[in-house]
């Protein structure tokens, strides 16, 4: 009889660890519902007030006035124009030839002497 009063405590205590183990879980799982869902919601409430400040600013005079002077190519009084010729070849190739180089390191050192350099000061010399 001690034996089967023992077994039903077991499986009694048993079930309820198991039953909170999986009561915890369901929180966890429900928990980072929550915080996705609130990080959803602040990320709306973000873009919302962001297309408000844009659509303040489209519906603004500085705007208009700007998207007027560039559709229509109009100037404010005293204001002029400069219109640049397109590249030439040339032009292209040398901004090629500039972009494409790199520079390169006038002497290689290894780093035992860069650590030497670093420790006993022989930089100093090349930094004067």
């Known amino acids: 009889m001690n034996n089967i009063v023992v077994a039903v405590a077991l499986a009694i205590g048993a079930s309820w660890a198991w039953g909170s183990i999986e009561m915890m879980q369901r929180n966890y799982g429900l928990q980072k519902e929550l915080d996705t869902l609130s990080r959803q919601q602040k990320l709306v409430e973000l873009e919302t007030e962001s297309l408000a400040l844009q659509q303040r600013y ?49 002497e290689e050192v290894s780093n035992f002497e860069q650590w030497v350099n670093f420790l006993f000061g022989g930089n100093r010399s090349n930094m004067q």
Not at 82 to 97: F, G, M, R, T, W
């Open 58 to 106: 489209y519906k603004s005079s500085e705007y208009q006035e700007l998207a007027v002077r560039e559709r229509v190519g109009l100037a404010n009084p005293g204001e002029k124009a400069l219109i640049l010729p397109p590249n030439s070849q040339a032009a292209k190739e040398s901004d090629a030839v500039v972009a494409g180089s790199t520079p390169k390191p006038a």
